[in-house]
C-alpha cells in the first residue's frame, strides 16, 4: 500500500519580477510583470511514496588463506564455486550473480625487534547476489553460509518497478507545489497563478539500516531461516517552480 506524504516544512520565498531573469525566464517577460503588476513566486516542494520492497541485494563472499598466493588463490576458487552453486540451486540466474571485488594480499607478522616475516597469502571473492523473492533472503543467506561464503557485509533493498514508485513521488510533488501556490496567492491577495517553471531534484531512497539476525540453530533439521526484516523504502522527490501571480 503506496502512502503519500507532503513534507511542508520547505521554504518558499516571495520574490520579486526581476527575479524571473535569474530563472532563465527572459527579461521581456519579467518586464511584463513588473508593468502588470505581477508577483514572482520561487517554492519548493516534495513528494514522497512509502512501499515495501520486493528485491534485494546481499553482498557476499570468500576469504580464504594459503601459505602460497596459488594456494589460495585455488582454495577460494573451490570455495567460491560452491557458493555460486548455491546461489543457482537457490533459483538465482546468471543476472542475478555479479563479482564485486577480487583481491590476493600477502600476510605477514611483525615480531618484536625483528623484519616483518612473510607468513601467507588471503585471497578474497566477493559478489553482490540479487535476491528477486522478497521472502527468500534469509534462506538465501543460510544456504551460501552452508556452501563455504565466510564473508557477508550487508543487505540492501530496492523496488523492482523503480519508475512507476518515482513517478507518484512526482504526482505527490506537484500537487504539493499547486498547494502552496494557491496559499500564497491566497494570503498575498493575488490571484491567477501561473506556472513559469519547473525543475526537478535527484530522487532519494530512504530507508531503515536492514536488520539481520542470525537465528539460534538447535538439532532440529527444520530450523527457521536468517531472519531479514526488509522494513518500508522511502522515495522521494523534490521539485522548484516558479509561479507568476497578479492582482
Known sequence: MIHRLFDTRLAASVLAAGFAASLALGHAEAANAAESGAAMFQLTAEGQVELAPDMASVQLGVVARGGTAAQAMALNRVRMAAVVAALK???????????????????YEYPQNQPARLIGYEASNRVNATVRDIGRVGAVVDAVTAAGANQISGVSFDIADRHKAEDDARRAAVQALSDKAALYAQATGLHEARLVSLSEGD???IAPPPRMMAMARMAAPAAPPTDVEPGELRVRITISGVYQLTR
Open 89 to 107: 540451486a537457490a533459483g538465482l540466474g546468471a543476472r542475478d550473480i555479479q563479482t564485486s571485488g577480487l583481491s590476493l594480499t600477502a600476510q
Open 203 to 205: 530522487a532519494v531512497d
